[in-house]
């Protein structure tokens, strides 16, 4: 994901929200993940993993481990966790040539990216996610400790002269602390943070938290922005350290939410710790069953499709819940509807592709990826 659409803005703020339906969202009932209910939806699962691996490993890898190259180590870290998640071994020869190209791409500060890349904190994050996903018997133990020191240097703090009223504060870009931070670069840095050893409690995830809560469209002691009232609907939006770049805004001037960054500003919110009776949580809850949709990206129609399905299904899964109650009522397992909604989409392949090709989702490789991250979370533990 690092062309030169991707050197601006990730994503933009999207659709427009009305106020929050406390009768929807996640069923409140916790229950273990479940496995796909019948043979035939799990035949259907096992079908379609197996097509898109195929693919990987037959059309996607190139002779050096590598996937999709050109954009930087980010696709092939995607590539090798989403063959991980799926039940392959690092001994795998496809997963374990591509292990060593990333291992080829450790730079001595502990970061783990292409060596004059931009997008040092993205590269890295995707590549701690890799690594702790192969990380058998301490064998990446050092470069995950090396890692999440690294990461820490490049989130916005004291250090760059950023304190706690700062609308940067806590967050994470593209490369190192300068320019601008967004929700989705922080929401890979507290799970990559999370995957290398930190806490909940840890001061660098706290500090996220802080810009997390500032990008959900919610009033409340968390987020005292001029504009957090003003959708005050339970989503979030990209960014509030540059408003300028948000320029999808609701008719009063405030930020629009869009799917994307409502399911990643959920999986943050429990990544550091907030409890599921917290409003943040339960504001964001409501946004996700009134806007509950498999076909779209909620308010950003088919752009960034495929990172949705990624966001939705890890989201959902880290939340614990098996269903979604939707703005009619109805109850959805949405396991079994992402699985659907994927074989129904996937190429005779085996790959994906977005028709849509804004932010490199016309690269078959990472729509694969992001489907088959997906579809991990679909299987039973």
């Not at 019948?38 to 699962?45: E, R, S, V």
């Not at 890799?130 to 820490?152: I, Q, R």
Request: net charge neutral.
């Amino acid at each position: 994901m690092h062309t030169v659409q991707l050197r601006r803005r990730l994503f933009l703020a999207g659709l427009a929200s009305a106020a929050l339906m406390a009768n929807l969202g996640l069923a409140q009932e916790k229950e273990a993940k479940p496995e796909i209910k019948t043979a035939a939806d799990q035949k259907k699962l096992s079908a379609t993993v197996a097509k898109a691996i195929e693919y990987l490993k037959t059309k996607g890898q190139a002779e050096d481990g590598s996937f999709s190259k050109q954009a930087g180590i980010g696709v092939t870290a995607l590539a090798v966790s989403a063959m991980l998640q799926n039940g392959l071994s690092p001994q795998d020869p496809a997963v374990a040539k591509g292990l060593k190209f990333l291992e080829s791409n450790i730079q001595p500060g502990g970061g783990i990216h292409s060596p004059k890349s931009r997008f040092v904190n993205y590269e890295t994050c995707l590549a701690v996610m890799t690594f702790s996903n192969a990380n058998k018997e301490g064998k990446y133990d050092k470069v995950l400790n090396d890692a999440n020191k690294f990461l820490k240097t490049l989130q916005f703090d004291g250090e760059e002269g950023h304190d706690k009223d700062s609308a940067s504060f806590g967050g994470g870009g593209y490369g190192a602390a300068k320019g601008r931070p967004d929700l989705s670069n922080t929401a890979f840095m507290v799970e990559a943070l999370r995957a290398s050893g930190a806490s909940a409690d840890d001061q660098a995830i706290q500090n996220a938290l802080i810009f997390v809560s500032r990008c959900q469209n919610l009033e409340s002691p968390h987020n005292t922005t001029p504009y957090a009232a003003l959708v005050n609907d339970g989503g979030f939006y990209y960014t509030g350290a540059a408003i300028d770049e948000s320029k999808e805004l609701a008719p009063n001037g405030g930020l629009r939410s869009y799917g994307t960054m409502t399911y990643a500003g959920l999986k943050s919110l429990i990544f550091a710790g907030v409890k599921e009776d917290d409003p943040r949580v339960k504001a964001a809850v409501g946004w996700i069953g009134k806007n509950y949709d498999l076909k779209s990206n909620p308010g950003m129609g088919s752009s960034g499709l495929f990172y949705y399905y990624q966001t939705f299904a890890k989201s959902l899964d880290t939340f614990g819940n098996s269903s979604v109650k939707d703005a009619k009522g109805v109850e959805h397992d949405w396991r079994k509807d992402l699985v659907e909604e994927l074989a129904s989409r996937q190429r005779p392949d085996g790959a994906w592709v977005n028709e849509n090709g804004q932010w490199m989702e016309g690269d078959a490789n990472l729509c694969t990826c992001f489907a088959l991250l997906a579809l991990s979370h679909c299987k039973g533990k």
